[in-house]
Antibody, heavy 120, light 107 residues
Framework: EVQLLESGGGLVQPGGSLRLSCAAS????????MSWVRQAPGKGLEWVST????????LYADSVKGRFTISRDTSSNKFYLQMNSLRAEDTAVYYC?????????????WGQGTLVTVSS | EIVLTQSPDFQSVTPKEKVTITCRAS??????LHWYQQKPDQSPKLLIK???QSFSGVPSRFSGSGSGTDFTLTINSLEAEDAATYYC?????????FGPGTKVDIK
């Protein structure tokens, strides 16, 4: 059974940093693209970042480029989102999502989400 | 960036009624269009991938169609448990984008 479990959310001041983690199980982690998608309170879904199959390519939304960095540890089946220079508009529930084995594509499994609140 | 628009924004429907949600892309995306269901306080769930392929375990009353720029999600014989917000998503090119969502309420 595929499971994704996010952690690391919380309250942070503007300009601060936070690292989100996603623990994956039930599939061969390195064989799939992995993504982060966020949802501001009461709003729709916004794609944040994707790590390609094999992990050679990382892609980011313009809204987070230069501030956020994704990475992964295949030995522990964990996927990370390092968020720096946080802004109020980054406040959202952040979901870790599993992609297809061909890269990109649809998100077939999602974690339960972790809430990030950027406020002074 | 490919912009996705959905209609309607909101629909109130009686059980067993048929629901049709449309998603239009600002440029052709082939068949790289997917549909998700999100219930309150839950994470999104994949319903349909690549326009018309049902995801594992999804009830057969959910179906998708379309190509190019115009796509449709159909829910045949709506059930009370289908009350949710439905999002379309394109993976034709980065940045990936989502539609604004269609909220389906049960009368």
């Amino acid at each position: 059974e595929v499971q994704l479990l996010e952690s690391g959310g919380g309250l942070v001041q503007p300009g601060g940093s936070l690292r989100l983690s996603c623990a994956a199980s039930g599939f061969t982690f390195s064989s799939y693209a992995m993504s982060w998608v966020r949802q501001a309170p009461g709003k729709g879904l916004e794609w944040v970042s994707t790590f390609s199959v094999g992990g050679q390519i990382a892609l980011y939304a313009d809204s987070v480029k230069g501030r956020f960095t994704i990475s992964r540890d295949t030995s522990s089946n964990k996927f990370y989102l390092q968020m720096n220079s946080l802004r109020a508009e980054d406040t959202a529930v952040y979901y870790c999502a599993k992609g297809s084995d061909t890269g990109g594509g649809y998100f077939d499994y999602w974690g339960q989400g972790t809430l990030v609140t950027v406020s002074s | 960036e490919i912009v996705l628009t959905q209609s309607p924004d909101f629909q109130s429907v009686t059980p067993k009624e048929k629901v049709t949600i449309t998603c239009r892309a600002s440029q052709s995306i082939g068949s790289s269009l997917h549909w998700y269901q999100q219930k309150p306080d839950q994470s999104p769930k994949l319903l349909i991938k690549y326009t018309s392929q049902s995801f594992s375990g999804v009830p057969s009353r959910f179906s998708g169609s379309g190509s190019g720029t115009d796509f449709t999600l159909t829910i045949n014989s709506l059930e009370a448990e289908d009350a949710a917000t439905y999002y379309c998503h394109q993976s034709s090119s980065f940045p990936f984008t989502f539609g604004p969502g269609t909220k389906v309420d049960i009368k």
